[in-house]
């Protein structure tokens, strides 16, 4: 009869390692759902605004800084927000893969799909007189 192999067990160094990976995929999905939903709200600010201005412009005028201007500002925090913290990510990940063959960022993937539905977000509030 073959003997079993007994299975390897990654030592404590390797598994702190894996820890800080997990926490850096962590901290940046946290930013995405910041940056999210910064864009979404202000998105969804613009065009509750511009939704009202347009039934009624004379009840509800523009303003130089008004909630059309918040709600883009807050798109644009959103987008600020997240490519700080995608930059922040990684610079964690370069240095951490000096010790470590960290694997495959998804968080990264992840952030740079919002950071595009927050261009085009950006973009809708930018052309819409």
Do not use: C
Request: proline content about 5%.
């Amino acid at each position: 009869m073959a003997q079993e192999t007994p299975p390897v067990v990654p030592d404590n160094n390797q598994l702190a390692l894996d820890r800080t990976f997990l926490a850096l995929e962590r901290t940046l999905m946290a930013w995405i759902r910041t940056a999210t939903s910064l864009i979404t709200f202000g998105f969804t600010l613009y065009k509750f605004f511009y939704y009202l201005h347009e039934q009624d412009p004379v009840r509800h005028p523009e303003h130089v800084f008004g909630a059309r201007t918040v709600g883009t500002l807050m798109i644009v925090i959103g987008l600020l927000s997240l490519g700080l913290a995608a930059a922040q990510h990684r610079q964690q990940l370069k240095l951490l893969r000096t010790h470590y063959a960290a694997p495959r960022s998804l968080s990264q993937l992840v952030a740079v799909l919002v950071a595009v539905l927050g261009v085009v977000a950006l973009l809708a509030t930018a052309f819409q007189h």
